[in-house]
Each structure stands twice: as structure tokens, then as C-alpha cells.
């Protein structure tokens, strides 16, 4: 499966975000990622949808929103309102993980899991039929700039095993080192935050990350 970068914002100035999220398309990532936090289901508190329709006239690269909230479905029709593609929501937060993938797919939005690094990978199992893709936190969710995890890949590797055309996503201190071990691992869509904010540019970081796909 082809590799796809997809940054998060999460590590750039709020006060400032349409440079950034214009630079991101003008050097062509797959996806735009959106963290959504809270102060519930993890202390920070970060943007709600109105924050992806501001940006979403910016450019075509599609978006997609990683919910790291409680009661996922009250948000969902407000991120599919502001232009997201796929809502990615944490199997955690709700007993009908199921119902709700299967309630964004009626929406019209391609339905994603998202889980902790203390969530066995099996949780998902019964869910393959029904996302598009699962997305395996390689840090614990809250925080951009932290370390991998990297007792998570051996997640990727089981779920690779098991489905080999699922989009399977990595979210958590990539950098172009830990893309190849995750790359390695099984996983194909990349979330990229801290490691792009402090490249000298965000084309240069893009180039590396796409260097370390090949
Ligand atoms: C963490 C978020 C990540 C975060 C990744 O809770 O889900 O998307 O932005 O940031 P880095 O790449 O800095 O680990
Ligand atoms: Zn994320």
C-alpha cells in the first residue's frame, strides 16, 4: 500500500495556521490531521470543527479529524459539516464502536479507530468490516513532541498480519527514523506533528519523510 503523510497541526502556532496548513498542501501531503481534544478524554483541550471549516477553503488535500473525546458521535456531524473526510474516534471513549463506524458511514465520511498504547490490538478485530482504517497511537494521546512507544509497532505487525489492504495509521513521534521502523512494521499512513514544526522548513521536512518512504 502506498505510503501517505498526513501532518497535524497540533504542533504549530493556533494563532497562525494558515501559512502552515498552506504550506502543507503546496508541498503535497496525502491528508491534513486534525487533533481534537477534549479536556475530557485527555486533560488538554484543543479546537472543535470550526476550526477545520476555517481552514478547509485553503485547498483540496482532504482532512481528517482524530477525536480524543468522550461521547465521539456528538461531534461527528460538525466535523463532517466542515469539510472532513474520514473521523477518527477512539474505541475507549464508547461501548458501540461498531454503530458509530457504521453510523459515519451512512454520513458520507470514511469511519476510523483509534487506539491507545494500553488498548490491546485485538479490540478492533470485530471492527475490520466496517472502518477504513485504524489508527495505532505510538504515544499516549494529549501531547504532540513526545517519544515513541515502541512496543506499539508490534500492534502494527499483528494487525498487518490480519488485514493486509487496511490503512493502517501511526500517530505519535514520527520522525523520517521512526517512519521506516513503522513503515517497516506494517503501518501506511503517517501522522507527522512536532518533527515538521521544527524542521527549518516544512517542505524540507516533507522531502525527508518522503525520502524515508522510499
Ligand atoms: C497526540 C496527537 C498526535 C500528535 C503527534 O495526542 O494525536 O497527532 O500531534 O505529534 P508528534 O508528531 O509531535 O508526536
Ligand atoms: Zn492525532
Redesign the pocket.
Known amino acids: 500500500m502506498a505510503p501517505q503523510l498526513a501532518p497535524?497541526i497540533?504542533?504549530f502556532d493556533f494563532g497562525d495556521l494558515r501559512n502552515p496548513v498552506c504550506e502543507l498542501m503546496a508541498a503535497g501531503v496525502d491528508w491534513i490531521?486534525f487533533?481534537v481534544?477534549d479536556g475530557q478524554f485527555?486533560p488538554p483541550i484543543t479546537f472543535g470543527a470550526q476550526m477545520a471549516a476555517n481552514l478547509r477553503p485553503l485547498g483540496a488535500t482532504p482532512f481528517e479529524a482524530?477525536l480524543?473525546t468522550e461521547t465521539p458521535d456528538r461531534h461527528f456531524e460538525a466535523f463532517r459539516e466542515a469539510g472532513c473526510r474520514r473521523i477518527l474516534f477512539h474505541p475507549e471513549a464508547t461501548p458501540h464502536s461498531h454503530r458509530l463506524c457504521e453510523s459515519l458511514r451512512a454520513m458520507g465520511v470514511e469511519p476510523g479507530v483509534?487506539i491507545n498504547p494500553g488498548t490491546p490490538v485485538e479490540t478492533v478485530f470485530p471492527l475490520l468490516g466496517v472502518v477504513d482504517i485504524v489508527l495505532v497511537?505510538?504515544?499516549?494521546?494529549?501531547?504532540?513532541?513526545?517519544e515513541?512507544i515502541a512496543s506499539a509497532l508490534e500492534k502494527v505487525r499483528m494487525l498487518r498480519a490480519v488485514a493486509p489492504h487496511l490503512h493502517i495509521e501511526v500517530?505519535?513521534?514520527?520522525?523520517p527514523l521512526t517512519l521506516h521502523l513503522a513503515l517497516s512494521a506494517g503501518a501506511n499512513v503517517f501522522?507527522?506533528?512536532?518533527?515538521l514544526?521544527r524542521s527549518p522548513s516544512i517542505a524540507a521536512g516533507v522531502a525527508a519523510l518522503r525520502a524515508a518512504c522510499a
Do not use: E
Not at 171 to 175: H, N
Not at 191 to 195: K, T
Open positions: 497535524s497540533l504542533s490531521h487533533d481534544m485527555v482524530h480524543m483509534a497511537m505510538t504515544v499516549n494521546p494529549g501531547w504532540g513532541g513526545q515513541m500517530d505519535g513521534g514520527i520522525d501522522v507527522v506533528g512536532s518533527y514544526a
